[in-house]
């Protein structure tokens, strides 16, 4: 699977919204999205690390996921060339602030 049909499931957004902030073990993971059964976490996790964007490693009986920033460099080229688009906006903005504030 791709990392553009990974990321598209939004539980898995979730994950790797969590894991942005630190390693997590499977069960940590499980219990921040109740709404999904352990099975199900398990099966976007591995999703997730065959599209490159996790990496697992065991701790005894434990599997501990990261973020790997490397997966998410592809994401990060196509979305840069979106970029001038949002400084477009908050330009806009910020002149219409001006102007109404002003006027």
Do not use: C, K, N
């Amino acid at each position: 699977m791709d990392v553009f049909t990974a990321v598209a499931e939004p539980s898995r957004r979730t994950l790797l919204d969590l894991l942005a902030s630190g390693d997590h073990t499977a069960g940590e993971l499980a219990q921040a999205l109740p709404g999904l059964t352990q099975p199900a976490v398990s099966h976007h996790l591995r999703v997730l690390r065959e599209a490159g964007l996790v990496a697992v490693r065991a701790d005894g009986q434990r599997r501990i996921y990261r973020l790997r920033a490397e997966g998410l460099a592809e994401l990060h080229l196509w979305a840069a060339r979106y970029r001038r688009f949002r400084g477009a906006h908050l330009d806009a903005l910020q002149r219409y602030l001006d102007h109404t504030q002003g006027g």
